[in-house]
């Protein structure tokens, strides 16, 4: 773990967010992730003494912010009637990162098809080149969530996107329970695009279409598909992860960063988080 920084998405506590800042620091952390599109962290909340005052909390607690969630929500960026809003509320979020000196905004934008010529992947392409020129010239690096497509692909978008401002969040355990995909081998496709990495485990329980399951997230259908049957999400170390040739992986390219754990399910996330730090401390 020498290489690694640990971090936590504060809102998996379901505490109020300071009380999850401060939680973080007590169990280890180095860092923390925060949703920022809705809430009281919602840019259009935060004032400017707002946003130094949430500096400083994460300051006193001795943390640093790893990343921004930007996550918009909806079918991403593959409509183009929806895009111009989305682009719109996405550069506010970076301005955001600027302030709260968070070096990464990581987001999901709807299944990436594997066709070059798709008007879908045109949409995104389209998107991720504006937005991720937006964030290069602010010093900020937009990081795609892996999961819904294979690593090649997102891979294929990310070249022809060509900026630094936008990369790749790589979330392990979407690979596993979405694609069944090695994350081991992920990591070497994207070798050169990861900014922020997820710390998530979990096993797909039978094969499942990605178009259907994100589109069922996106449009509130999700219970009709019994994704109890498809994939688990589950504790570090007791999913099909393998994280010991996973972080290993990671430490062969040269990847420095946050570890962060992020827990969407379970009765008693706190407890799930403290095991979360000590599995990955014990690496």
């Not at 020498?2 to 109020?16: H, T, W, Y």
């Not at 973080?24 to 840019?43: C, D, F, K, S, T």
């Not at 010239?137 to 978008?157: D, K, M, N, Q, Y």
Request: proline residues 5%.
């Amino acid at each position: 773990m020498a290489n690694f920084k640990i971090g936590v998405m504060v809102d998996s506590f379901r505490l109020p967010i300071a009380e999850g800042v401060r939680k973080a620091a007590e169990l280890g952390a180095h860092g923390l992730q925060v949703y920022v599109v809705e809430g009281e962290m919602h840019p259009e909340a935060l004032t400017p003494a707002r946003r130094q005052d949430f500096r400083r909390l994460v300051a006193d607690c001795g943390l640093e912010i790893s990343a921004l969630c930007g996550d918009l929500g909806g079918h991403g960026f593959q409509r183009p009637e929806e895009n111009q809003d989305k682009i719109r509320r996405s550069k506010a979020i970076v301005d955001l990162a600027v302030d709260l000196q968070a070096p990464v905004v990581t987001t999901h934008i709807g299944v990436v098809p594997a066709d070059r010529n798709a008007p879908v992947f045109q949409n995104q392409l389209a998107v991720c080149r504006i937005l991720g020129e937006y964030a290069r010239e602010r010093g900020i690096s937009f990081a795609i969530e892996t999961g819904p497509e294979p690593a090649t692909v997102l891979c294929a978008l990310l070249d022809e996107v060509g900026s630094a401002g936008m990369g790749v969040n790589l979330d392990p355990a979407n690979l596993v329970m979405v694609l069944n995909e090695d994350p081991v081998a992920a990591v070497y496709t994207l070798r050169e695009h990861i900014r922020h990495t997820h710390a998530k485990d979990g096993v797909q329980l039978r094969p499942c279409d990605p178009v259907q399951v994100y589109a069922a997230f996106a449009e509130g259908g999700i219970a009709g598909l019994n994704i109890g049957e498809l994939f688990n999400e589950l504790p570090l170390g007791e999913g099909a992860v393998d994280w010991d040739r996973y972080l290993q992986a990671l430490s062969q390219i040269g990847y420095r960063g946050y570890l962060t754990i992020e827990r969407e399910v379970g009765e008693n996330p706190e407890a799930d988080i403290a095991a979360a730090v000590k599995f990955l401390q014990s690496r």
